[in-house]
């Protein structure tokens, strides 16, 4: 109410100044004679207008009809305030008539928020709701029409939308960039140059090494932050996201209270906010990446661990040993407790949690030929079970399963298939597939909507699309099975056992590059930005490697390595940090920018 006092005030200021100023130049200039109009003789019908810009020339109905009179529309804000003109702001037009050009200037005012749409005028919110159902390129050629379209294809919501459509952005609010539509350019270009830094292999390389932990036994990432386990029972973190990779050890210590080795590190998760570690001895110790390095939360199994998966958004711990599976969380006041325990009849070979779940952790777990689906308070369920047909992989979803199944192969000549499950119903969806070999490994939860990939022992990455049964495309380049895989919209990455990374285009078909190690690739992550891969051994305690504790190192190709792409790195930019900077004597060996080049640069 105050701010319509306040307009109302201004109204009447500016009106007073228009009729002194009008005053003070008619007294000024006595001499200037204006025109008069002719009065209209009484009972005369109004000239009708011409053209297509009057309205008051077209009949209404019948010819003989009086044509209609253009009238005046009512100031809004004054009939929303109850005001009545004051006498001395109202100049009598000569011949009679009311009509003024103060009168005609509010008027176009009030108009200001309707848009012209072809012979209507809309409110400006409707016609924006009906710009937010085209593109950016349909908004492009509409902000070539007239003025006011321009102003409504540039407005700040639509681009905002866009933005947010095509995933750039996306945790950002409206009032976070001054031009949504600049910023979206911005963003397209870096995504551009990104992709052409993909395929043409341009970015930084480094090599992940812990010299003290000797052999490496788990790699796991997260948003780029990646974490590993050793033999020496240590667990690194890295952040790729940083230009130095600097993070801590979450376990350095190792007191004189326990002279023997120390047990493994056999398995590591990660996620946006804890870190997990899993040890032979059954011990499992639970870390906050925001308090440090002292473990917020430990417990033991009685036998060795075979299976661990943490849940990628929220505080969720699921472990498997021999038949036991049991699942630990933290309440709403931040202590951890046991949520479900679980005693199957076979063992556990791979576990997962399903993503997405806000109340009760919801686990699936494989043990040979069985799938089990478990939630805490509820009985077990079998997802399926064929005797004699083994899972040989395991992949979830928020609402999906997919696992790998042998047939009896050559002896039925029946093929290896990819099976879908939904969770909420308990059944198979499709079948995807047939292959003589394996599905070694499959990935689900990464992949785009309706799609999957999956690796086989026969050396092939085939990608499927969930409505159809047969491969969209398949791809050949490995020596020997794959083991790990992952795609996006575009491209499909690929490790084997036989240590190759390969980059593969997915809608052309083709290799764009590979990148050879010594031991099998047991982990991929990526984004658009960057890419993680670690050559893990598959022994643990080689040859010729002594078992005493002093022994800090064993020989460089037992060990294992990670390595970390950047392609977001700019090779012209003068304050981009070459990697050789970024090295440190006993962790890590820069490289050139080009992935290409084999001979790396001599440390420091």
Not at 3 to 10: I, K, R, S, V
Not at 145 to 170: R, T
Not at 231 to 251: F, I, M, N, Q
Not at 467 to 487: D, E, K, T
């Amino acid at each position: 109410m105050e701010g319509a006092l306040e307009l109302e005030a201004f109204r009447r200021r500016w009106r007073g100044e228009l009729v002194r100023s009008r005053r003070s130049s008619r007294d000024a200039c006595p001499e200037r004679k204006r025109p008069r109009l002719q009065p209209e003789p009484e009972g005369a019908a109004p000239e009708p207008v011409s053209g297509w810009g009057g309205c008051g020339g077209i009949p209404c109905g019948e010819p003989d009809a009086e044509p209609c009179k253009r009238t005046a529309k009512p100031c809004k804000w004054a009939a929303e305030l109850h005001l009545a003109p004051e006498p001395d702001c109202v100049q009598e037009a000569p011949g009679g008539g009311k009509e003024d050009f103060l009168g005609q200037l509010i008027r176009d005012l009030n108009e200001i928020n309707e848009v012209p749409f072809f012979d209507v005028q809309l409110p400006y919110e409707l016609a924006l709701k009906i710009f937010w159902f085209l593109s950016r390129t349909e908004l492009g050629r509409c902000a070539q029409v007239s003025k006011a379209w321009k102003i409504l294809a540039e407005d700040q919501v639509l681009w905002f939308q866009l933005c947010q459509q095509e995933g750039f952005m996306p945790d950002s609010q409206i009032s976070d960039s001054p031009c949504w539509k600049m910023t979206l350019l911005e963003c397209r270009e870096k995504e551009k140059a990104l992709r052409t830094n993909w395929k043409n292999r341009i970015g930084a390389v480094s090599q992940l090494q812990y010299e003290l932990g000797k052999v490496l036994c788990d790699v796991h990432s997260c948003d780029g932050v990646a974490i590993a386990g050793y033999t020496s029972g240590d667990v690194k973190l890295w952040d790729t996201r940083t230009w130095d990779y600097t993070a801590p050890v979450l376990e350095p210590e190792h007191g004189l209270a326990d002279p023997g080795p120390r047990p493994h590190a056999s398995f590591v998760r990660i996620n946006n906010s804890l870190a997990v570690a899993a040890y032979n001895d059954g011990v499992v110790k639970v870390w906050s990446l925001m308090i440090g390095r002292e473990p917020i939360h430990h417990y033991q199994h009685n036998q060795k661990i075979q299976a661990m998966a943490l849940s990628p958004e929220g505080a969720a711990v699921a472990t498997a040993s021999a038949f036991h599976i049991r699942v630990e969380s933290a309440n709403d006041n931040g202590y951890w407790e046991t949520v479900a325990d679980f005693e199957i009849q076979k063992p556990v070979n791979s576990l997962q949690l399903v993503p997405q779940v806000t109340d009760c952790p919801v686990t699936v777990a494989t043990a040979k030929e069985d799938v089990y689906l478990l939630k805490a308070g509820e009985a077990t369920k079998v997802l399926h079970s064929v005797y004699g047909q083994p899972v040989t992989c395991l992949d979830v979803s928020a609402s999906e399963a997919a696992f790998g199944v042998n047939s009896f192969g050559w002896l039925l000549k029946e093929p290896n298939k990819i099976l879908l499950y939904r969770l909420e119903t308990g059944r198979c969806v499709t079948q995807l597939g047939s292959s003589l070999c394996d599905f070694t490994c499959v990935n689900l939860q990464d992949s785009p909507p309706f799609m999957l990939v999956t690796g086989n022992m026969d050396r092939r990455v085939r990608v499927y699309d969930l409505r159809r049964s047969n491969p969209v495309c398949s791809f050949y380049g490995h020596q020997l099975g794959i083991s790990a895989v992952q795609m996006d919209d575009w491209k499909v990455v690929s490790g084997g056992e036989d240590g190759l990374v390969c980059v593969w285009d997915q809608r052309m078909g083709t290799k764009l590059w590979e990148m050879h190690a010594r031991h099998p690739v047991r982990h991929i992550w990526f984004n658009s930005h960057s890419l993680i891969t670690a050559n893990i051994p598959s022994e643990r305690t080689p040859r010729g490697a002594s078992l005493m504790d002093d022994d800090l190192t064993a020989h460089r190709r037992h060990r294992g390595i990670i390595y970390a792409y950047d392609f977001s790195v700019d090779q012209l930019a003068a304050e981009s940090i070459l990697p050789i900077c970024r090295s440190s004597y006993n962790e890590r060996t820069g490289y050139n920018y080009s992935i290409g080049l084999t001979v790396p640069y001599d440390n420091i």
